[in-house]
C-alpha cells in the first residue's frame, strides 16, 4: 500500500499531461461541460447577488455566508474569520479553494483557507454541511465548503478578439477602511488570459461604546480610546493570474496567485500577523466524453508567514516588575534584561493531486471515482529575541509532514420519478511526522522559571512521532420528491478527520510557548499530543423542503444528530496548575461529544405593487453541543439566533432592511474559562442602484449603533502586555471581544 501511495502523485501528473497533448490537437471548439455536484445533495449556495451586495461592506469572505443555515464564523483577523457548521469549526472543515486544499500555516491558524479568495473574485460559494457526499473531500466531520474564483471567459463563435473587465472601490467608516480590485480578461474563441487584483486596508474598528477600563497598550506615548477595539487593523494585497485553453468540450486552466499581507491583526490573539506571503500553481483539465467527464489537477502552494507584536500590543518586554522601556540593545537582550519582541516565523508547502472521473452507466446511474494526494511540510521556530527567549531558536514544530492519499466511488442512482439515492465510501491514509525539537535554552530546565524545555523536549524526542491513520467515510443520501410541493432529502454519514500538525506535535507547556499554540482565540495556552487518535462523527440528518411549485416560496426544516468519538478537546495540562476562571495551559485529548440541532430557513413574495415588489426571507438556528465525557459544553457554539430581511425591489433599485437577533450565551465551555456574553439585536440596511454597466451600493451596519459582544469572539487580547497571564500583570481575564458599531460603507462597481 505505501509503495502504491508514492507512485501516485507520478501516475496522476503523467496522466494529466496526456490530455493536454491531445488538446493542442483538437480543432473542434464546444461547449465545456464540468462535473456537476449530486443532486441528491443539494448544497446552499451563496448567490452572486449575495456576494455583489454583501463586497462592499467586507474583505472577509468566510463572512459572505452569514446567510447559509447552519454556519457562523468565529472571530480572528478582519479578513480571516473561521467557519463553523453546525457547532464543529476550522480544521474540522473541509475547504476547498479552487480545488486546492488549503492549510493554515499558523499555529493560530491567522491565514485560513477563505483569507486567500478576496471577495471580489468570488465565482461560486458553496457549502455541504454535515452529511455531505464522500465526492467533495475528506479529512473532514463537520462537512465541506466550495470557494472557486471566476470562471474563464471565452468569446463567442465569430466575435473575434474580446475585451472585458470590471473596476471596483469601497469605503467603510468604522475603521476608516478603503480598498478596491481590478479585473480584465483577453480572450478569442479558444484562448483566454485573465488577471484580477485587489487591495483591502482598515485601521481598527470602534465599539458602540466603552467596553474596557484602560487605553495603556504597553508602549510608551501609545495609548487606545476606550471603545477602540485594539489589533483589529489588516492590509492585505492579492494577485490573480489565470490561462485558459478551450477546445471541443476540453478545458486546460492554469493559475498563479500571489498574496501578499503586510500585516493583520488580532483582538483575540496575544500576537499578530506581520507578514505572510503565498504563492500558488494550480494546473486543472477538465473533459466530457462520451463515457462522462473527466477532471485532473495538479497543484502547489508555498506560505512564509512571520508573526510579532502589532502596533497596539506591548512590543520591548522586561523582567516581571521594571517599568516598560523605548529602548532594548542588543547588549541588554544578551545579558538577559529585556527582549526585543518575540519574532516567530512559519514556513510550509503544499503539493496536490487530484483526478476525478463521472461515468454515465445508464440514463439513471452515474458512477463517481476519485483519487487524491496531498503531501504537506512545516516548519514553525522561534529565533531568540533577549531575557527569557535566547540564547537558541526555539522549535516549536520540526520538519512537520502530513500526508494524505485518498480514493472514493460514489454512486447516484435515480430511482424513479420520485427517488434520487447516493451512496459513497470513501478510504484516506493519512502519515504524519514530526523531527526532534528543542527550547530556548537547551541545556538546563532553571533558566525560564517554570519552563521545563530540557526535559519537556527530551520527553517528546524520545517518543516515535510517526502517526498512521487508515480512515474510512461513508455516505447515503436519498431524495424524495412527494409532488411539486415537497422534496424530502434524508442522510446519514460516518466522517473521520486526523489531527493536525499542531494538535500532535506542540509539546511545550511552559505559558509563553503554549500560549502561541491557540487557534479558537480563547486566550488559553495549548499543548499537542503525539497519541491522538482520528475524529469520528456519525451524522443523521433530514430536511423537509416545502415550495412553490416555481419556487416562488420556499421553507426548509433541517433537524441533525451528530456523536463523535475520539473528539479532541481540551483538558488541564497534567505539568500545570489549572485556576478556574482565568487563562490556563491546556492539552489536547481524546473524548466524546454530542451535538443536535436545528436549522429553519424561508422566504416568501409579500406584495407586488407600483412601487415595487416586496419581500422577505429569514432562518432561525440552535445548536446544542456537549462532552459526554465531562459534561461540559463544547466550544464553538453559536447561540440561538434569528434572522430577518425585508426585500424591495424596483428597476435598477435593491433595498433590503434586515434584522439579526442572538440568545445570550450562557452555555460555554467551562474548562476553556470560555466567556459569558449577553443576547442582542442588530439592525442592517442596504440599497443599490444598477444602471448598465455601473453598480452602486450603500448601506449602514448596525444601523442604531448598537453595543454588543461576539458570541465565538473569544477573549479581548487587542492590547497590553499579552504574552504574560494576569497574575504576572498580563492582559487581565474576562473582557470578550465586542463587535463592531454603527459602519456607514459604499462601493461603486463599473463593467467594461
Not at 508547502?349 to 512545516?378: F, I
Request: charged share 20%.
Amino acid at each position: 500500500m505505501q509503495k502504491t501511495f508514492q507512485r501516485l502523485p507520478l501516475a496522476l501528473a503523467v496522466a494529466m499531461a496526456v490530455p493536454a497533448l491531445a488538446l493542442a490537437q483538437e480543432t473542434t471548439l464546444g461547449r465545456v461541460v464540468v462535473t456537476g455536484s449530486a443532486t441528491a445533495a443539494t448544497p446552499a449556495e451563496v448567490a452572486p447577488g449575495t456576494v455583489q451586495t454583501l463586497r462592499p461592506a467586507t474583505s472577509d469572505t468566510a463572512s459572505l455566508l452569514r446567510d447559509v443555515p447552519g454556519v457562523s464564523t468565529y472571530g480572528a483577523g478582519g479578513m480571516s474569520s473561521l467557519p463553523a457548521i453546525r457547532g464543529l469549526a476550522d480544521d474540522r472543515i473541509r475547504i476547498k479553494v479552487d480545488g486546492m486544499d488549503l492549510i493554515a500555516t499558523c499555529p493560530n491558524h491567522m491565514n485560513p483557507a477563505l483569507s486567500y479568495l478576496d471577495p471580489a473574485n468570488i465565482g461560486l460559494l458553496e457549502v455541504y454541511p454535515g452529511v455531505s457526499p464522500v465526492s467533495v473531500g475528506g479529512d473532514s466531520i463537520a462537512g465541506t465548503i466550495v470557494a472557486e474564483s471566476k470562471a474563464p471567459v471565452f468569446a463567442e463563435p465569430g466575435q473575434g478578439v474580446v475585451k472585458s473587465g470590471e473596476i471596483s472601490a469601497f469605503y467603510r467608516s468604522n475603521g476608516d477602511a478603503v480598498g478596491g480590485s481590478l479585473a480584465a480578461t483577453l480572450a478569442n474563441e479558444s484562448f483566454s488570459v485573465s488577471y484580477v487584483g485587489s487591495l483591502a486596508e482598515s485601521d481598527n474598528y470602534d465599539a458602540a461604546k466603552d467596553f474596557k477600563t484602560s487605553s495603556e497598550t504597553g508602549r510608551i506615548g501609545h495609548e487606545l480610546p476606550l471603545d477602540e477595539v485594539g489589533s483589529s487593523a489588516y492590509k492585505s494585497r492579492n494577485h490573480d493570474l489565470g490561462f485558459a485553453f478551450k477546445g471541443g468540450d476540453h478545458l486546460v486552466e492554469a493559475k498563479v496567485g500571489f498574496q501578499d499581507l503586510p500585516y493583520q491583526l488580532y483582538p483575540n490573539q496575544r500576537m499578530d500577523m506581520l507578514d505572510n506571503e503565498q504563492l500558488r500553481l494550480n494546473l486543472r483539465y477538465t473533459g466530457a466524453f462520451d463515457w462522462g467527464a473527466l477532471e485532473m489537477r495538479a497543484y502547489r502552494e508555498n506560505v512564509d508567514h512571520f508573526m510579532d507584536f502589532g502596533a497596539d500590543k506591548r512590543f520591548i518586554y522586561t523582567k516581571i516588575g521594571q517599568p516598560p522601556s523605548a529602548v532594548c540593545t542588543e547588549a541588554q537582550q544578551t545579558a538577559g534584561i529585556c527582549a526585543a519582541g518575540m519574532p516567530m516565523y512559519s514556513e510550509s508547502k503544499n503539493t496536490g493531486l487530484v483526478l476525478k472521473a463521472d461515468v454515465s452507466l445508464s440514463e439513471t446511474d452515474l458512477l463517481r471515482l476519485g483519487a487524491e494526494y496531498q503531501h504537506y511540510t512545516l516548519d514553525d521556530w522561534w529565533p531568540p529575541s533577549g531575557l527569557g527567549m535566547s540564547p537558541e531558536t526555539f522549535w516549536n514544530v520540526r520538519d512537520g509532514e502530513r500526508n494524505r492519499a485518498g480514493i472514493f466511488a460514489e454512486w447516484e442512482k435515480q430511482v424513479s420519478s420520485q427517488w434520487t439515492t447516493l451512496a459513497g465510501v470513501r478510504y484516506e491514509r493519512v502519515k504524519t511526522d514530526a523531527g526532534d525539537v528543542q527550547g530556548y535554552d537547551p541545556t538546563t530546565d532553571t533558566k525560564h522559571m517554570n519552563s521545563m524545555q530540557k526535559s519537556e523536549a527530551a520527553a517528546f524526542n524520545a517518543l516515535d512521532h510517526k502517526r498512521t491513520d487508515d480512515n474510512v467515510d461513508l455516505s447515503l443520501l436519498a431524495r424524495y420528491t412527494h409532488d411539486a410541493n415537497l422534496d424530502v432529502e434524508f442522510g446519514l454519514a460516518r466522517k473521520v478527520r486526523s489531527p493536525n500538525l499542531y494538535e500532535r506535535y506542540t509539546w511545550s507547556s511552559w505559558s509563553m510557548a503554549a500560549l502561541m499554540n491557540n487557534f479558537v482565540g480563547d486566550g488559553n495556552g495549548y499543548v499537542g499530543n503525539v497519541g491522538l487518535k482520528p475524529e469520528k462523527a456519525h451524522t443523521i440528518s433530514a430536511t423537509f423542503d416545502w415550495h412553490a411549485a416555481d419556487r416562488n416560496w420556499e421553507f426548509k426544516a433541517t433537524p441533525y444528530l451528530t456523536y463523535v468519538s475520539d473528539y479532541i478537546d481540551a483538558i488541564a495540562a497534567p505539568s500545570r496548575v489549572y485556576t478556574p476562571g482565568t487563562f490556563n495551559v491546556l492539552q489536547f485529548e481524546n473524548q466524546s461529544a454530542r451535538l443536535y440541532g436545528i436549522e429553519l430557513s424561508g422566504r416568501a413574495p409579500l406584495a407586488s405593487t407600483e412601487l415595487g415588489d416586496f419581500g422577505m426571507r429569514g432562518q432561525i438556528n440552535y445548536t446544542r453541543g456537549k462532552n459526554r465525557d465531562t459534561g461540559d459544553d463544547l466550544y464553538n457554539i453559536m447561540p440561538l439566533n434569528v434572522k430577518l430581511a425585508l426585500t424591495h425591489r424596483q428597476g435598477g433599485w435593491d433595498n433590503a432592511l434586515e434584522f439579526e437577533g442572538v440568545k445570550a450565551k450562557s452555555k460555554v465551555s467551562d474548562v476553556r474559562s470560555e466567556i459569558q456574553t449577553p443576547g442582542y439585536a442588530l439592525t442592517h440596511l442596504r440599497t443599490s442602484y444598477s444602471w448598465k454597466s455601473l453598480r452602486v451600493d450603500v448601506g449602514v451596519e448596525n444601523l442604531f449603533d448598537k453595543f454588543y459582544y461576539l458570541p465565538l469572539g473569544g477573549a479581548y487580547l487587542g492590547q497590553g502586555t499579552t504574552m504574560r497571564l494576569p497574575a504576572s500583570g498580563g492582559t487581565p481575564y474576562g473582557v470578550a471581544v465586542p463587535g463592531a458599531g454603527r459602519s456607514i460603507y459604499a462601493g461603486i462597481n463599473y463593467k467594461f
